[in-house]
């Protein structure tokens, strides 16, 4: 038997439909209403502590407020508040010299420094062909004054600050060397990072090393790379020993000339899509590969090593990786400074996220502190060579 609904039974189902969609909308507005009336009492709260103390502080602290400076660590503070360690909030100048080192040029004298123990800033390396590699600095050295300002008085930090500036402009600094004050003058000079070295190890091995991943890594590293197997490399190692990660453009362009092609790599965002991070060409080099890592190799470097194990076969020696799987996005405000958020966390497209638990070496080879001989490596060509056979 046929059945059919009458137009007035039709019209008293819809009647009810529309009742119930009503009541339903009406309810989950009136919780998301609640809800947001709720945030916003909690951060009027928020909000007026902050107020209350700033009306305190203002009131009794003994010295001036520079206005700026407080502005500033308000908002790192903010930031440090939600308990990730990689975001951050940037001042102009901080945001700057960040923007600086990323593209791989900085404006400086080309040592990178440390703060000692005794409050001063103590030099940790020499950059080759920079202002200083012909002078009498050397590494250890203790930097007690910046232009005539002790480090002591104006701060480790603020010194370091002082020492950046533009192209062509002098700097003074005072080192100390057995108990011994010596002026030094240089001037600041324009120097290009170099991130990316290589050489063969042998007749049939190319050994390729990357520090970071700016943006004129890729460069660097086809030049190298091209130069290598010109040279009859017929394997190639390399060495992420220490490389803390970088830019994801660069860290694609680097993987486009190895891998096959497709995707290589997706980032998950907090609604839950997806969206491709690395794809790589049709191009690809057909030879055997074979990467180092340590505890200090982590984020671009990681994942230049998970996508070649996956995609290559490429073993991975050395010791288990830091374990950062997550993207930070920069946002510039009116003023110049900036956010550094997490946004994103990443994988390759065959294996999971690593972020909190690094890479596992397929080789385990730990280098002993104060050892002479480079284990790791010479582990890695032992591997390499097997493949080559």
């Known amino acids: 038997m046929n059945k059919k609904i009458s137009l007035g039974l039709a019209l008293s189902i819809s009647a009810i439909v529309c009742a119930v969609t009503f009541i339903v909308t009406s309810f989950f507005s009136l919780q998301s209403f609640n809800k947001k009336v709720a945030d916003v009492k909690e951060k009027s709260e928020k909000y007026k502590q902050l ?44 945001y700057q010299e960040m923007l600086a080192e990323d593209s791989g040029k900085v404006i400086g004298l080309g040592i990178t420094v440390s703060k000692d123990s005794s409050g001063y800033i103590k030099v940790s390396s020499i950059m080759t062909d920079s202002p200083v590699s012909d002078s009498i600095l050397e590494t250890g050295d203790i930097i007690v004054a910046v232009n005539g300002k002790d480090v002591l008085e104006e701060g480790a930090e603020e010194s370091v600050a002082l020492m950046s500036g533009t192209a062509g402009s002098d700097i003074e600094i005072t080192i100390r060397r057995n108990g011994k004050d010596i002026p030094l003058k240089f001037t600041r000079q324009m120097i290009e990072i170099t991130s990316v070295t290589g050489n063969m190890l042998d007749d049939y091995i190319g050994y390729i090393r990357i520090s970071s991943f700016r943006a004129n890594t890729p460069d660097q590293f086809r030049n190298v790379l ?34 096959p092609e ?113 284990f790791q490596l010479d582990k890695a060509v032992e591997v390499t060579l097997q493949m080559i056979k």
Not at 52 to 66: F, K, P, S, V
Not at 228 to 248: C, E, P, S, V, Y
Not at 348 to 353: A, I, N, Q, Y
């Open 226 to 259: 091209e130069k290598l197997t010109m040279n009859g490399a017929k394997a190639i190692i390399f060495d992420l020993r220490n490389n803390g990660g970088g830019l994801a453009d660069s860290l694609e362009k680097c993987l486009d000339p190895l891998l």
């Open 51 to 94: 107020e209350n103390a700033d009306t305190y502080i203002r009131e009794n602290y003994l010295h001036d407020i520079d206005e700026e400076k407080l502005g500033y660590g308000i908002l790192k503070g903010y930031i440090n508040g939600l308990g990730d360690k990689y975001s951050q909030y940037l001042t102009p100048d901080e």
């Open 262 to 374: 497709g995707v290589i790599a997706v980032e998950k965002y907090k609604d839950g899509h997806t969206e491709t991070l690395v794809y790589s060409d049709e191009s690809e080099l057909d030879i055997p590969m074979t990467v180092i890592v340590n505890g200090n190799t982590a984020s671009a470097a990681e994942l230049f090593s998970a996508s070649l194990r996956d995609f290559k076969g490429s073993p991975i020696v050395g010791e288990q990786t830091y374990g950062k799987g997550v993207i930070q996005t920069y946002h510039e405000f009116d003023d110049g400074s900036a956010v550094s958020l997490t946004t994103s966390e990443y994988q390759t497209s065959l294996s999971e996220c690593f972020d909190g638990i690094g890479l596992t070496p397929d080789y385990i080879a730990v280098q002993s502190e104060g050892e002479s001989d480079d």
